[in-house]
């Protein structure tokens, strides 16, 4: 800093204090005016830095901070003693149960409460500043601590130029801007909230800051003088028309007229409204648009209207309720001025509704909106005493939500009751599904610790950890619990396939072919209702894949037991009985199968219209398998004087229905497996009798048993499965 500056400094240091001193002797009697002496010899005594790690005068921003809370809010003596004391508390001058016994449990809880949100402050510069917001509201719990750190940041922003670090400048407008401002904003110190964005934009953008103001020419109180010349014939026209109203006049601020050439990409000239005036007309509901209107023919009589400007949103309202008629007119000087139109119903809809200024200039709103609204109505008043007001209000609508941080200082916003699980799935959900725990605040926590506001996180993962069935009643996030249960559902998919595979490679060590159907009547009788569900548990060694082969090896030779002293309709007929339906009739060469009996191999399960043959058993029977069976190579060449030539009977029958099993491949999308089963249910000559699925990285694959009356009902069947979006191929196995 330059002596200059520093003697500037010493000046205003000189000036602020003489300036709480007068305020003190007027609001403290003598017995407080001799403690705060008392305070203020201690404080020399401690001999403290003057200033902090950044050059500022530590006792230079806290007068200033006083004064400005003073002169721009309240007064109040309790938050002017309590900004006094919070610097030396946090040095460790004053104890906070000193302060609560010299000057009140309230001054205490100030100090204790600002010291604490103020400890988090330094978090802001990185984090996201809605849940910074967020965060700093819950950790107050007192508005009045969220005013004094908008004043006391107003009052470093004054005091900062030209400080030599611009990196830290520029941090602390970028914070102003994005963090105060906004906050200010919805509180309504609407002044505190130009000046904070104008010098932001003049610590980060000099240059557009510079020659934004020197186009404008004019001194704020010209420009104040211009607005008022521009009202005064306007009131008195309205007035002699009857009219019961109220104008408003401002000049827009220099960063409101840079976020408006940007929006616009147009120069300082192309700017219609750098002057803005509002009407606000007191009418009953039923005469609003025609005294706005009425309102407006009078300005337009008086001065030049943009037509192209024109906005009518009293006919027809923007979607969120604001309603106002917007016109812009040229004024003295050449100047083209804004000028709204509202009744006052309109106003309060547009200012503190759904529709209020900060949300259609394109913020964000949240949970304290309305808390925030009945806040600035006190502020509003203009009533002495707001802050006692205030005083005991707390910011309830943030006891539903907690903000922690991450190491490197991201900001997360979870709901009330949110644990480290919840936390680390809100980072990732790779993070999530590797969770074992985390480091909080240095402390190690399990993965169902609590987050608190403002704790500083670090996930801890293992690539071993895959997420668990109870995590489920571990999280409170939605996000958190579709995530578990994805990957829980992903991860018995993989589970099925490979249980699946173990009993397969089971089933051929023991040179074994089982049976689709009765393989699923045998899992069913466990009482599975899900294929899946009896695969996962082989992979978990719930089910033992060897003693289900032998059961099932004992149930098939109980069935060909069964099946040697009867026959289905389906497989057993007797050719030659007078009642035998001749379209299921299978004939050898010019003469039938009279006088025997006939069963269709299980190997192949051939259907009416397969090329087919016939072989005699040993016990007589006559076996028919599909000429390309898997077994007929071997049948051919060990036993061809067993052999008979075969042929279906001509007519493809739907009485009888043959079991058939088709694979199927495709996309793993919603509704396939149900645009399938509808497809096969719509075919009279089909049905449906067993489907097993699986999928796995979007490919799905599964079988259909299924009987048919025969092998065009079959190719018909294929042709419209595979016509279904998403399937890929379909075979018969």
Not at 113 to 138: I, P
Not at 486 to 509: D, F, H, I, P
Not at 545 to 574: C, M, N, T, W
Request: aromatic share 8%.
């Amino acid at each position: 800093m330059n002596d200059g500056l520093t003697i500037a400094r010493l000046r205003s240091l000189s000036s602020l204090s003489n300036s709480w001193t007068a305020r003190a002797r007027q609001m403290l009697d003598g017995k407080q005016l001799a403690t705060a002496r008392r305070y203020m010899r201690r404080v020399e005594e401690a001999q403290l830095p003057v200033a902090d790690a950044h050059g500022i005068p530590v006792r230079l921003l806290m007068l200033s901070t006083a004064e400005l809370f003073a002169e721009k809010v309240d007064p109040d003596i309790n938050i002017l003693i309590a900004i006094s004391l919070a610097p030396y508390v946090r040095a460790g001058v004053f104890p906070v149960e000193e302060v609560m016994r010299d000057w009140g449990e309230d001054v205490a809880w100030l100090v204790k409460t600002l010291l604490h949100v103020k400890s988090y402050s330094t978090f802001g510069l990185n984090a996201d500043q809605d849940n910074f917001r967020g965060l700093l509201l819950s950790l107050a719990a007192d508005i009045r601590v969220i005013i004094i750190m908008i004043v006391e940041n107003l009052a470093l922003m004054r005091m900062i130029n030209l400080h030599p670090d611009d990196d830290w400048v520029r941090s602390v407008a970028f914070e102003a801007n994005c963090l105060y401002a906004q906050l200010a904003h919805r509180l309504g110190l609407y002044a505190i909230k130009g000046e904070l964005e104008d010098l932001s934009l003049k610590y980060t953008n000099r240059e557009v800051y510079k020659r934004i103001a020197a186009r404008l020419h004019e001194t704020k109180r010209a420009r104040d003088e211009y607005i008022r010349q521009f009202i005064e014939p306007v009131r008195r026209e309205l007035t002699a028309a009857g009219l019961r109203f109220e104008i408003k006049g401002r000049t827009k601020s220099i960063s409101s007229i840079w976020a408006k050439i940007k929006k616009q990409k147009v120069d300082l000239d192309g700017i219609f409204d750098l002057f803005a005036i509002r009407v606000i007309i007191d009418t009953p509901r039923e005469r609003e648009k025609r005294d706005c209107w009425l309102a407006y023919s009078i300005l337009a009589d008086m001065y030049t209207a943009n037509p192209s400007r024109m906005k009518d949103w009293i006919s027809l309202p923007k979607s969120n309720g604001y309603e106002s008629l917007h016109a812009t007119v040229m004024g003295p000087g050449n100047k083209w001025v804004e000028v709204q139109f509202r009744s006052r119903r309109m106003d309060l809809v547009a200012e503190k509704g759904l529709a209020a200024h900060w949300r259609y200039k394109g913020g964000h709103g949240d949970t304290s909106d309305q808390w925030m609204n009945n806040i600035r109505d006190i502020l509003e008043s203009g009533d002495e005493g707001a802050m006692q007001l205030m005083k005991g209000m707390r910011l309830d609508n943030y006891a539903k939500e907690v903000f922690a941080f991450t190491p490197k200082g991201a900001l997360l916003r979870l709901p009330k009751g949110a644990t480290v699980l919840d936390f680390a799935f809100a980072i990732h959900s790779g993070v999530g599904s590797r969770c074992v725990g985390a480091i909080v605040n240095g402390r190690h926590e399990k993965i169902n610790y609590k987050v608190q506001n403002g704790d500083l996180i670090e996930i801890v993962t293992s690539s071993t950890q895959t997420p668990k069935q109870d995590w489920l009643a571990t999280v409170v996030t939605s996000k958190a619990r579709n995530k578990i249960r994805q990957s829980l559902n992903e991860s018995r998919v993989r589970k099925a396939q490979l249980g699946k595979e173990t009993l397969e490679r089971r089933a051929r060590n023991r040179k074994l072919e089982y049976d689709e159907a009765l393989l699923m009547h045998l899992i069913k009788k466990r009482g599975y209702k899900m294929v899946n569900d009896f695969y996962a548990d082989i992979h978990d060694e719930k089910v033992d894949p060897g003693r289900f082969l032998g059961d099932y090896v004992a149930a098939a030779a109980r069935q060909k037991a069964e099946e040697a002293h009867r026959v289905s309709a389906e497989e057993f007929k007797i050719v030659n009985a007078p009642e035998t339906d001749d379209r299921d009739i299978i004939t050898i060469g010019d003469r039938s199968l009279r006088g025997m009996n006939y069963r269709f191999a299980r190997c192949c399960n051939p259907i009416h219209g397969d090329d087919v043959f016939g072989f005699i058993s040993s016990d007589g029977l006559v076996k028919i398998h599909k000429s390309d069976c898997p077994n007929a190579g071997n049948i051919r060449r060990r036993y061809p004087y067993r052999l008979i030539r075969v042929r279906w009977s001509d007519t493809e029958g739907a009485s009888t229905l043959r079991p058939v099993t088709l694979r199927i491949i495709g996309t793993d999308d919603i509704g396939i497996v149900t645009n399938l089963t509808s497809i096969i249910s719509k075919d009279p000559d089909t049905q449906l009798r067993n489907i097993s699925i699986s999928s796995d990285d979007g490919i799905f694959q599964g079988h259909l048993v299924l009987g048919v009356s025969g092998n065009r009902s079959l190719n018909m069947l294929v042709k419209k499965l595979k016509g279904v979006k998403g399937v890929k191929d379909v075979t018969r196995c």
